[in-house]
């Protein structure tokens, strides 16, 4: 009988996978929907289209680059985010679309002395260069008899106009013509000088070739156009005319960047395009931002909206600038925020503008910014609150460019109402805790860090725990996300991002009717640290300390 090659003698071990399932780590990267020079990219981004960028080369490729923040406001995100905080990486929302934000523009030069030079934004492949010879003219002198019958000369072909002296003539009542000759009409209106100017009307139209009869030269902001003609005689005295698709960044409105979804597409538009993202790229959205146009109430409105429910399972927060026109000064500050209802607990609310070396830029962009460096600092967990935080800024402003000067007691008053502003104490710091729904709804979710905090532990067990949707469901299940999370929570805890936290599966919460449906409730408790917004000191004169004076 063969020896059983199965028999065992010794040690031996099985590994089995751990029920617990370890959280992976989410980044939420600023999300920045506005405006970009396109036309100067040199690998041009779709319009209406969610791109990840981790540089600012990246985004300039794409993008293009231009220092007018107000045109192009994607343009002072990226710097604000790359170039001044260091933040990486950035999702960005261009809706400025060259096919339809663009106006039609026509530059004319009679003769080929110089080159034309276009400081205009100009859309790639528009340019059109053709030559229209100028009228031809001749004028007769010497007639004097009005009632002569005069021949139209050779060089005047096809319609022309004609004019006596000073005096244009209408062919219905001055003159007429029969079989290639002219008769002046003598009904006494007529005060004829004896002087006849033909002007030919037929000039025609000519459309040149580029490399063929002219050249481009490209700058980084302009367009050089240098006309070589191929033959001199081609053009001689002709007007030349440049016509070009000019694009027009005003023609993008608050409801451009509100966006929607395009009915003859399908494809969303504005705002409505970070439902795209996460599909797309798969990144969990950021906070949303769209500079300058946030000043719109609606836009603001519809950001803080978007912010509460994305893919119908993320969460975010917005931030939005209130209009430095309307509130112009600290003590109107709640007149505008309230008037205009930038009221939301997925809101925050900043005022005025801040600068750089002369450079205006939104709150709303730094204040994103500084969340992720806040964030990133702490190993992206957002449990510390971005205010007092250093921004990289060296003053304020309103629109108009007028200073803004506030003391800590001004800026407080701005807080109270609900509102983020800048300080300068010691430097130049971020000042405010709670999001717009404050101080109507002083619920301690309102803290911007707080409010933070839950949407990405709902974000975090969303992402990680969306493989055990349609698992078996039985304890072992059960187990599984309850051990799973309390070990996360406990980890969140020891490192100060909560006070603590615990989730159960209670059998009041999963009655046999919905058990048997396939749905199942967690209850989970967390404990968020709260901004130390106020620490107070009591400081008392003691006189028995005069005893040291006789030690």
Not at 232 to 261: M, N, P
Request: with cysteine.
């Amino acid at each position: 009988m063969p020896a059983d090659i199965n028999f065992k003698h010794g040690i031996y071990t099985t590994e089995v996978s751990t029920s617990i399932t370890p959280l992976a780590q989410i980044t939420m990267p600023t999300v920045a929907i506005g405006t970009a020079p396109v036309h100067l990219a040199t690998d041009a981004a779709e319009p209406n289209t969610p791109v990840l960028c981790s540089t600012l080369r990246e985004f300039v490729e794409q993008f293009g680059w231009s220092d007018d923040f107000e045109s192009y406001t994607l343009c002072e995100a990226a710097r604000v985010h790359f170039s001044l905080y260091g933040i990486a990486p950035v999702i960005f929302i261009n809706v400025l679309n060259p096919l339809k934000h663009a106006k039609t523009t026509t530059v004319e030069v009679t003769g080929t002395s110089a080159p034309v030079t276009l400081s205009q934004p100009i859309v790639a492949g528009s340019i059109k260069v053709t030559t229209e010879k100028l009228p031809t003219t001749k004028t007769l002198i010497g007639i004097i008899d009005e009632d002569a019958e005069i021949d139209i000369p050779a060089e005047i072909t096809g319609d022309f106009t004609l004019t006596a002296g000073d005096n244009e003539l209408d062919l219905t009542t001055d003159y007429t013509i029969n079989n290639g000759k002219i008769s002046l009409t003598d009904d006494g209106k007529l005060k004829f000088d004896g002087a006849l100017t033909f002007t030919a009307h037929d000039g025609g139209e000519t459309v040149l070739v580029e490399d063929d009869d002219y050249t481009i030269e490209r700058g980084d902001t302009a367009t050089t156009l240098t006309l070589t003609i191929a033959g001199a005689a081609k053009v001689t005295d002709d007007k030349i005319k440049v016509t070009f698709r000019e694009i027009d960044a005003t023609a993008v409105t608050s409801s451009t960047i509100i966006g929607g979804v395009d009915t003859m597409t399908g494809d969303n538009l504005g705002i409505e395009c970070v439902e795209d993202i996460y599909p797309k790229l798969g990144v969990v959205p950021g906070t949303l931002i769209a500079p300058k146009f946030s000043t719109d109430s609606v836009v603001a409105a519809t950001l803080a909206a978007k912010a509460k429910s994305i893919n119908g399972c993320f969460k975010t927060i917005a931030i939005a600038d209130l209009p430095t026109d309307a509130a112009t000064k600290y003590n109107n500050v709640n007149l505008v925020k309230t008037g205009k209802n930038f009221v939301d607990g997925f809101l925050v609310s900043a005022w005025s503008k801040v600068t750089l070396s002369g450079e205006q830029y939104h709150l709303s962009t730094h204040l994103a910014a500084l969340m992720c460096a806040v964030d990133a600092a702490r190993g992206d967990i957002p449990f510390k609150s971005p205010s007092n935080e250093y921004l990289q800024v060296d003053g304020m402003c309103l629109a108009d460019g007028k200073p803004v000067y506030l003391g800590k007691s001004t800026a407080n008053y701005i807080n109270g109402l609900g509102v983020v502003t800048a300080l300068n104490f010691g430097g130049w710091r971020s000042w405010g805790n709670y999001t717009s729904a404050f101080p109507d709804d002083s619920n301690p979710i309102n803290f911007i860090s707080v409010r933070r905090m839950m949407n990405w532990i709902c974000n975090m067990l969303t992402v990680n725990f969306f493989s055990r949707i349609d698992s078996p469901m039985n304890r072992v299940l059960v187990d599984a996300v309850l051990d799973s999370v309390r070990l996360w929570l406990n980890g969140l805890a020891k490192s100060g991002a909560i006070l603590g936290g615990d989730i159960a599966f209670l059998e009041e919460d999963n009655p046999t009717n919905e058990l048997a449906l396939g749905n199942m409730v967690f209850r989970m408790d967390v404990g968020f640290a709260v901004p130390a917004q106020k620490i107070q000191f009591t400081v008392q004169f003691n006189h028995e300390y005069f005893s040291a004076l006789f030690s």
